[in-house]
């Protein structure tokens, strides 16, 4: 088994950085819900937590959530589409489902 060298957070995007209350503002509003990338505006307050988190533990970010089958399964790509949504984090990996079907299973076979 191998080290990591670094603190990793395996984030979802549906429903955690992408919240329904966001949209809700953004809908009662009149406001546009999607960003330039043509996906769903990341919710500000959301995004502020996660970087909290990651200026104070430096740790890096692997996607497993279903919208990295939007950008191919490409962490570069994933990454610029969180930094539009001003997300400070490096992007390092995405997962790539799992025999099981499940989130933690995505994550143990990527670790």
């Known amino acids: 088994m191998h080290t990591i060298p670094f603190l990793i957070i395996f984030l979802d995007i549906d429903e955690v950085l992408q919240t329904p209350r966001y949209r809700g503002v953004l809908s009662r509003h009149k406001l546009k819900t999607l960003d330039e990338s043509g996906r769903p505006k990341l919710d500000p307050e959301a995004v502020a937590n996660l970087n909290w988190i990651i200026k104070r533990t430096d ?15 490409d962490p570069v790509r994933m990454g610029e589409r969180l930094r539009i949504g001003g997300v400070v984090g490096e992007v390092v990996g995405v997962t790539h489902g799992s025999a099981t079907g499940h989130r933690g299973g995505e994550v143990e076979e990527y670790l």
């Not at 890096?60 to 990295?68: G, L, P, T, W, Y």
């Open 59 to 73: 740790a890096k970010i692997v996607v497993v959530a279903s919208e990295r089958k939007h950008f191919d399964y």
